[in-house]
């Protein structure tokens, strides 16, 4: 299983912007999803988080401003930034929980995986 992030880049201020982050191999089940960001000289922060029900949880700073949805058929989550501040600068992260499938009959294990991050930075 591997599970990669993307969409990142530059976006205005007041603009929009939309992450992915895929889960690609053999795969029994996509669970919850989290993306965090991590600007220079800060620790990694949790942005929002979706379970496989879909239930989702925002940071305060991005409420209302982001969205984090999913589409399980795809394997794959999304992260809409909608007007985006200078302070939302930083590399973001996809976090994922995914069943790897290992055949007929074989214990069903959760696993964590990471993207590698894309780049959001937000300037006019």
């Known amino acids: 299983v591997q599970l990669q992030a993307s969409g990142g880049g530059l976006v205005q201020p007041g603009g929009s912007l939309r992450l992915s982050c895929a889960a690609t191999?053999?795969?029994?089940?996509?669970?919850?999803v989290e993306w965090y960001r991590q600007a220079p000289g800060n620790q990694r922060t949790l942005v929002a988080s979706?379970?496989?029900?879909?239930?989702?949880n925002y940071a305060n700073s991005v409420k209302g401003r982001f969205t984090i949805s999913r589409d399980n058929a795809k394997n794959t989550a999304y992260l809409q930034m909608n007007r985006p501040i200078p302070e939302d600068t930083a590399v973001y992260y996809c976090?994922?929980?995914?069943?790897?499938?290992?055949?007929?009959?074989?214990?069903?294990?959760?696993?964590?995986?990471w993207g590698q991050g894309t780049q959001v930075t937000v300037s006019s």
């Open positions: 191999g053999s795969i029994f089940s996509f669970n919850g």
């Open positions: 979706i379970t496989s029900e879909g239930t989702t």
């Open positions: 976090k994922a929980n995914v069943s790897p499938y290992y055949g007929p009959g074989s214990k069903v294990r959760r696993l964590d995986y």
